[in-house]
């Protein structure tokens, strides 16, 4: 019985090897062949979409940490453009996204874009030698962008990935009911907000603060958000450049004290965590759920990025007098002008097939910008191509003047520009730890420092 | 050719169609080579028959395992004495990391603490229910009842139980089992479960120990049954019964199969990483020895203490390995 039954087995796997092997090949070929078809003319409204053509039939791959509903405005934003191209773009966003690329990447099972939000996991990947560089157009449509969005995009002076998205991360977002039943203004200064908080707490009624890092795997980096924002508006860009390149150590004083203004305000017991828990709930409170307190009327603000208006449910009005609203998070030290912490997302290509390369022409475009701009709001670009005018929601508005502010002090978001073994590894362990279970700032700190690749 | 494609494109499923075929393909293929390797070791006689019959039906499979097992193995161990990607070589570096690092060390607690409670709850349990079970009538529905966790993967049991597990503050209504009971049981403040150490690594054995418990009752339920009624009644006429009966007969007759049971269950738990990464992901020092290998690998890149966690992690299995197929094999011999 025994003898016959691994019999079967065998030739089991050796079929499923075979069509796996089958597959792959068959994949390919037909990928490439399909570009090779001759260009019809595009006519009407799918004129403007005339240098993409010739590709009619094909299908590219884009795989993202972006998901529903903000990914169904970037469906929506270039389905107008698949429909007249014919180029399919099958997209999927994944929770898991920062672990799962690099498997599927260095197992050769790579998608033909991924959306990538950190510019050190898009040097890793360009480590692999799976990121193919951008074409002629691509880069010609780069320039519409301010130069420094290119270095993010450049991995060793060499340019891989144009931005598609700028988010703006130092907003607070707040509720206007509760800040005018308790007779508190806009805080402008540090200060201001702490007595704010302060005074909030006192009252009794809805606790100052919501917070939340949880994110799956990639749980933690919200408090790595926070951190930066009281390092980049306690020090200025300098310090906070050093910080990235770890000339300035965690274990440094400069950062210790920042974490220690951090503990002060998130980690008060009477300032958090409203309507969810104590202190340490934070780390099991999910961000997208974080911030659900605010419309309960349990907590008044949340610092959280611009993105994080997609989050609120149907139906909420963000307006100044609305449900909730946001205002720009004030310097810790008032000499640092307008600090500006942001983020972005950068489309990089794993393959240089004629339809892929026709999607990250048309996605680098100010053109795109303007149709995921105008699809739905909550989308900031830093593309200088796109009308202000287009912005209907205040919240972008504010985000897009700040974000292309010539006077602003703007930082890309340290931890996604630090080594992958820091900013997406011990750095959130750490920082979660440190919420979770109150470990001392001295061993969070360490053990971060002792993380840094040799 | 490119009438037929672009018609094709405009078929939602063509891709799936293309694939199908691509397997039906395949297979025919396959099933053709297999034909033609029957039939030429059909024709094969005299001396080479069985030299050729041996080549032939353990080639491919020998084949698999060096491409798909043996060079992987070498590889990691060779990966685990150089730096992050594998530029620098670092003789016994990582190893030196895995073991006196504070967090490591506690990686590797937690790992020994679910090899050593899992499998046993999940065995005990087993065996407690196949004793109990194969009194009762209609067993067999309570048996599937049970083995039915089985069906579902880690991950899906993982996320079940974090609703169980989820805590809120008291003001707010529950929507966690464990919080509400314990609410309801007059128990004004219920901690945050999935925070409380040591407690939270626990919580996460449960899922295992829900998922593997069917499987050890299933397989021990059967080598029960097959104690020879003779040997029973023999013990009952010389007085055993009850506890007795159980620790003297029973537990010997099927000594085998629960050192197999236990050891398979152990094997699995080692290699658990899916219920701690969906639960906690490795937080709030719930990390196992399996995920922190992931995380380092492919999270962090640092590829040199990734590898160096997978081959502590195989020498840990390999013993208990060849301790289950050293059983197994002990078991055939005897039926």
């Known amino acids: ?454 | 050719m490119s009438v037929t494609r672009a018609l094709l494109a405009d078929g939602a499923w063509t891709d799936a169609s293309v694939k199908l075929g691509n397997m039906v393909g395949a297979v025919a293929g396959f099933l053709g080579i297999l034909l033609v390797i029957f039939f030429v070791a059909g024709r094969a006689s005299g001396r080479i028959a069985r030299p050729l019959a041996v080549v032939l039906f353990l080639g491919p499979a020998v084949l698999l395992l060096i491409v798909g097992l043996v060079a992987p193995l070498v590889r990691t161990v060779y990966l685990s004495f150089y730096n992050d990607d594998g530029t620098k070589f670092l003789g016994g570096k990582n190893y030196g990391w895995a073991l006196t690092t504070e967090s490591v060390q506690h990686v590797l607690l937690n790992t020994l603490l679910w090899l050593a409670v899992a499998p046993l709850a999940a065995t005990g349990l087993g065996l407690l229910l196949a004793l109990l079970i194969d009194r009762v009538r209609g067993q067999a529905v309570y048996k599937s009842l049970i083995f039915m966790p089985m069906a579902i993967s880690l991950v899906g049991a993982s996320i079940i139980f974090k609703f169980v597990y989820d805590a809120r503050d008291v003001s707010q209504s529950q929507i966690g089992l464990m919080s509400q009971l314990a609410i309801s049981l007059g128990w004004h403040h219920p901690p945050n479960w999935m925070l409380s150490q040591p407690l939270n690594t626990f919580l996460l054995m449960v899922v295992m120990v829900w998922v593997q418990t069917g499987f050890a009752m299933v397989v021990l339920s059967a080598a029960i049954n097959a104690i020879p009624d003779e040997v029973t009644e023999a013990a009952r006429l010389d007085g055993a019964g009850g506890v007795k009966l159980f620790w003297f007969v029973t537990v010997p007759m099927i000594r085998t199969t629960l050192v197999v049971v236990l050891t398979t269950v152990m094997i699995t738990t080692l290699k658990a990483f899916d219920i701690v990464r969906t639960m906690t992901g490795g937080n709030f020092g719930t990390q196992v020895l399996a995920n922190e290998m992931y995380s380092q690998s492919f999270v962090q890149f640092n590829t040199g203490r990734g590898s160096a966690l997978a081959v502590i992690l195989f020498l840990g299995v390999l013993p208990l390995v060849a301790y289950n197929i050293l059983q197994l094999r002990k078991e055939r011999a005897v039926r």
């Not at chain 1, 040097?123 to 990121?131: D, Y």
Request: charged fraction near 15%; include cysteine.
């Open chain 1, 1 to 454: 019985m025994n003898a016959r039954r691994r019999l079967l087995v065998a030739p089991a796997v050796l079929a499923l090897a075979l069509t796996a092997a089958c597959s792959n090949s068959s994949g390919g070929s037909g990928g490439s062949g399909g570009g090779s078809g001759s260009a019809a003319a595009l006519t009407g409204d799918c004129a403007q979409f005339q240098p993409y053509a010739g590709h009619s039939g094909t299908k590219v791959t884009m795989f993202a940490s972006i998901l529903s509903p903000e990914s169904d405005n970037l469906e929506k934003s270039w389905a107008d453009f698949s429909k007249c191209t014919g180029i399919k773009i099958s997209y999927e966003g994944s929770n898991d996204f920062e672990s799962q690329l690099p498997v599927r990447v260095t197992g050769g099972n790579a998608p033909d874009f991924a959306i990538i939000p950190q510019p050190g996991l898009l040097a890793q990947m360009v480590k692999t030698g799976k990121v193919v560089k951008p074409p002629a157009g691509t880069v010609a449509n780069e320039d519409k962008w301010s130069p420094v969005w290119k270095t993010y995009g450049s991995v060793n002076g060499t340019f891989y990935a144009a931005p598609m998205s700028a988010n703006m991360k130092s907003l607070v977002w707040y509720s206007p009911k509760t800040f005018k039943d308790a007779g508190i203004e806009v805080p402008k200064t540090w200060a201001d907000l702490m007595a704010a908080s302060d005074k909030l707490a006192k009252a009794g009624g809805a606790k100052p603060w919501c917070g939340g890092i949880g994110s799956g795997t990639a749980t933690g980096w919200p408090a790595t958000d926070w951190l930066e924002e009281i390092v980049l508006g306690s020090y200025g860009g300098e310090v906070y450049d050093q910080w990235v390149e770890h000339k300035v150590k965690f274990s440094d004083e400069k950062i210790t004290t920042a974490m220690q203004t951090l503990a002060g305000w998130m980690q008060n017991p009477a300032w958090v965590n409203g309507g969810i828990g104590d202190v340490k709930s934070i780390a099991t409170t999910t961000f997208q759920d974080a911030g659900a307190p605010i419309l309960a009327g349990k907590c008044a603000m949340l610092q959280q990025a611009s993105f994080y208006k997609a989050q609120w449910p149907k139906g909420t009005k963000v307006a100044a007098d609305g449900d909730v609203f946001a205002f720009h998070l004030p310097a810790v030290n008032p000499a640092v002008p307008n600090p500006v912490e942001g983020g972005g997302e950068f489309l990089a290509a794993f393959s240089d097939r004629p339809e892929v390369q026709a999607v990250q022409n048309y996605l680098s475009s100010s053109d795109w910008a303007s149709s995921r701009v105008k699809t739905a709001s909550g989308w900031v670009s830093a593309n200088q191509g796109v009308d202000k005018s287009l912005y209907t929601d205040p919240i972008d508005q504010l985000s897009a003047s700040k974000l292309t502010d010539p006077t602003a002090t703007f930082r890309f978001d340290a931890s996604d520009l630090m080594p992958a073994a820091v900013g997406s590894g011990q750095e959130w362990k750490s920082l979660t730890a440190w919420f979770a279970e109150g470990q001392s700032i001295q061993r969070v700190t360490a053990d971060i420092d002792a993380a840094w690749p040799q």
